[in-house]
T-cell receptor, first 114, second 112 residues
Framework: DGGITQSPKYLFRKEGQNVTLSCEQN?????MYWYRQDPGQGLRLIYY???????QKGDIAEGYSVSREKKESFPLTVTSAQKNPTAFYLC?????????????FGPGTRLLVL | QKEVEQDPGPLSVPEGAIVSLNCTYS??????FMWYRQYSRKGPELLMY????GNKEDGRFTAQVDKSSKYISLFIRDSQPSDSATYLCAMHFIQGAQKLVFGQGTRLTINP
């Protein structure tokens, strides 16, 4: 089955620690995205990538980093510089080109701070 | 002012009612409009998308876009308890980066 997988489902971070969230897709999509979701604030874009080895900052990139070494994978690292990391993190992918830029989402990772 | 405004609710209606969910936006450059449904602790799933103004129907769901008023709606007919979820509107420009702009989401409960 084609889709997007995110792991782990739950992640606990100690203060000062970097943690990495995994996102893999087998939809053959060129573009991938990371969003953060907080209660009452909808989805906010952290980073996105339209092609391998290239990515752009979204609206709230501070304290986060990404890499795009393979088309299928777009891991997100939450660094110690992110002072309020507790949130639900969603990865998405979409084809590029004309037409609707419909994004398909993974199941999410919930990050909690110990 | 946010680019996309959506009433967060919560909205609670009886089973079988017609539900109307709405978003307003400020940027007239938006051309594609989408509705996502998100169950608790799950990723959003795409319900409907429309291009420019007009209506689109899919089963019990109808998406409506009024570009002159910068207003989009999602109607749910014969609502079911399984429709209980958060509904997110999203939109993007026809050109440029593929950034979707989301509303806050409306939390909907259908009571049996």
């Amino acid at each position: 089955d084609g889709g997007i997988t995110q792991s782990p489902k739950y992640l606990f971070r100690k203060e000062g620690q970097n943690v990495t969230l995994s996102c893999e897709q087998n939809l053959n999509h060129d573009a991938m995205y990371w969003y953060r979701q907080d209660p009452g604030q909808g989805l906010r874009l952290i980073y996105y990538s339209q092609i391998v080895n290239d990515f752009q900052k979204g609206d709230i990139a501070e304290g986060y980093s990404v890499s795009r070494e393979k088309k299928e994978s777009f891991p997100l690292t939450v660094t110690s510089a992110q002072k309020n990391p507790t949130a639900f993190y969603l990865c998405a992918s979409s084809p590029v080109g004309g037409g609707a830029k419909t994004q398909y989402f993974g199941p999410g990772t919930r990050l909690l701070v110990l | 002012q946010k680019e996309v405004e959506q009433d967060p609710g919560p909205l609670s209606v009886p089973e079988g009612a017609i539900v109307s969910l709405n978003c307003t936006y400020s940027n007239s450059a938006f051309q594609y409009f989408m509705w996502y449904r998100q169950y608790s602790r799950k990723g959003p799933e795409l319900l409907m998308y429309t291009y420019s103004s007009g209506n689109k129907e899919d089963g019990r769901f109808t998406a409506q876009v009024d570009k002159s008023s910068k207003y989009i709606s999602l109607f749910i007919r014969d609502s079911q308890p399984s429709d209980s979820a958060t509904y997110l509107c999203a939109m993007h420009f026809i050109q440029g980066a593929q950034k979707l702009v989301f509303g806050q989401g409306t939390r909907l409960t259908i009571n049996p």
